[in-house]
């Protein structure tokens, strides 16, 4: 088990530099999830400081992993110094994971996708390719501050509404897939291959 202190000195840290990481409610989710799922490999697109990385390493078995991108340099360093406190393995990958997923052909028992809001359609397309036929994929902040389901069309943020709105299409008009979206932190939708 992870060094509670530990944990709670990255969360404060985070949340004092005003990072972004996974929320207390959110996490419980998928911390419920992982419990009654044998889930022994994960990938997550979007490091950050390695936070919700760490909190998911709890779950997995000591021959699990952890695979994790990252674009941002400063919090690659901090991510690195932070997963020192974990004895598991979790590999940060380093780069825009635009450029990454593409890459990588291993099979996933989870995909959590917390990156660029534009981008969730590609990361979609990518974790689908990535995903084992049993696993699972969250995607978090997929409310994004109550903007994607209100009439939201002001400029700043357009981009970001427009394409979360289209992951939600997606993943609820897929035949092949089973999607369950929960207003618990700023929206997580949680979405299944329908096993054939």
Do not use: W
């Amino acid at each position: 088990m992870i060094n509670i202190n530990g944990l709670e000195k990255i969360k404060e840290k985070a949340l004092k530099e005003h990072i972004p990481i996974i929320m207390d409610d959110t996490l419980e989710v998928i911390e419920g999830v992982m419990l009654n799922k044998k889930v022994n490999s994960i990938l997550e697109i979007g490091t950050a400081t390695g936070y919700s990385a760490i909190c998911f390493s709890n779950f997995i078995d000591e021959n699990g992993k952890i695979d994790t991108i990252e674009r941002d340099e400063e919090r690659i360093i901090q991510a690195k110094e932070n997963i020192k406190i974990v004895n598991k393995k979790i590999n940060i990958l380093e780069g825009d994971a635009i450029e990454i997923l593409p890459t990588l052909n291993e099979k996933y028992d989870m995909i959590f996708i917390d990156a660029a809001k534009g981008k969730y359609p590609f990361f979609l397309k990518e974790a689908l390719r990535l995903l084992k036929d049993d696993g699972i994929i969250f995607a978090d902040n997929i409310l994004y501050k109550g903007y994607v389901m209100s009439d939201y069309n002001k400029h700043k943020q357009r981009t970001a509404v427009t394409h979360l709105r289209e992951y939600i299409k997606l993943v609820t008009e897929d035949k092949t897939l089973t999607t369950e979206i929960l207003e618990v932190g700023d929206g997580i939708a949680i979405t299944k291959k329908l096993i054939k």
